[in-house]
Each structure stands twice: as structure tokens, then as C-alpha cells.
């Protein structure tokens, strides 16, 4: 059974950092993408960062480039997401989730952890 366990996050001021962890569970090979997504309220969800587990190329938005970065940590079957330079805007419910075609369908999701950032 696949499972991803989130943890980290939290509160910080605007400037600070935080890191969030994505322990995955249940999956066998790592020909997948695992994406960080984000929903503020009031707003869509935004993906926020992938990573192609194989090769280890990533992608951000356009709105954390430059200040979040995406790893893995392929012997824990861990994926995270450094966050600085944080700004009030990034306050948002962040998740997690698996694409095993890395097609865009993500069909696994973290449980979401928070991250509030004040000014």
C-alpha cells in the first residue's frame, strides 16, 4: 500500500526558513515523480516543485524559483522541499504527491502540513 507521510512545516517569519519532509511508503521503484503542491485559501492548488526520481531533474514554479528547492534522499525514500526566503504569500496547506507515470496524475497525497509565514 502506498503511503506518504508529511512532517515539518510550521511557522516562521517572512525571510525564514522552514523544510518539509515527504517519507514514501509502498513504493517499489523509483521511476516516478513526486510533486509539492500548495492550496491558500481562497485559491487554487499550485504545484510548487517536482522531481524525477530517477535522474533527480527538477521543476518549480514560477512564484518559488530561486527560493525552494526539492531533494530526495533516495536511501530514506524521502523527498523534501527547503523553503527560504519565505514570504506571507507561501502561507498555504502544502502536500505532497506521487505521478508514477509522471504524466501530471498525481494519485498518492500526504496527509498536508501547514506553513504560515508572518510579516
Known amino acids: 500500500q502506498v503511503q506518504l507521510r508529511q512532517s515539518g512545516g510550521g511557522s516562521a517569519q517572512a525571510g525564514g526558513s522552514l523544510r518539509l519532509s515527504c517519507a514514501t511508503s509502498?513504493?517499489?521503484?523509483?521511476?516516478?515523480?513526486v510533486g509539492w503542491f500548495r492550496r491558500a485559501p481562497g485559491k487554487e492548488r499550485e504545484r510548487v516543485a517536482t522531481i524525477y526520481r530517477l535522474s533527480g531533474s527538477t521543476a518549480y514554479g514560477d512564484s518559488v524559483k530561486g527560493r525552494f528547492t526539492i531533494s530526495q534522499d533516495n536511501a530514506k525514500n524521502t523527498v523534501y522541499l527547503q523553503m527560504n526566503s519565505l514570504k506571507p504569500e507561501d502561507t498555504a496547506m502544502y502536500y505532497c504527491a506521487v505521478d508514477f507515470s509522471c504524466a501530471g496524475q498525481f494519485t498518492y497525497w500526504g496527509q498536508g502540513t501547514q506553513v504560515t509565514v508572518s510579516s
Open positions: 509502498g513504493v517499489v521503484s523509483i521511476r516516478n515523480c
